[in-house]
């Protein structure tokens, strides 16, 4: 097939140059949240971040010298539940890693199956609008006719 053949009305040009502009910024979207191994270690940090006895004790004390209410938490008490916790958020975090070219596959698929959805209605949009202004072209000059 000659590419140099085809013919585009300007309705087609136009799908065609924002469908493409459209492609590089889902493209750049889809790397700048394409998950990797620092993604997987921010989520563990977060999991661990405050989990050691000093910090807990720390906060203890200031809510009993502050007098605030009973504060509810969930957070361990000694240091075995710390080390339970830590042991719990690396797990998860392994977890993580082993299932993050499963990840990336979905991440890179979803922005390609978005990117064709938002193509494709901006496709049949353009394609009815120019459905429309052929039947109005075709209306006037109907009226216009002599009979």
Known sequence: MDWRKI?????????LLVSILFGCLAARITVETYPDRSWADHQYAISVSGLTI???????????RNGSAKVVD?????????????AKATAERDRQLAELSGL????????????????????????????????????????QKPM
């Open 7 to 15: 013919k585009l009305h300007g309705w087609q040009w136009l799908w």
């Open 54 to 64: 000093a910090s807990l004790e720390v906060e203890r004390y200031l809510a009993k």
């Open 74 to 86: 969930d957070r361990p008490r000694t240091q075995k539940d710390v080390d339970a916790r830590i």
């Open 104 to 143: 990336r596959r979905a991440h890179v698929v979803r922005s390609v199956l978005k990117w064709s959805a938002l193509s494709a209605g901006l496709y049949l949009l353009c394609w009815a609008m120019a459905a429309v202004r052929r039947s109005l072209i075709a209306d006037r000059a109907a009226k």
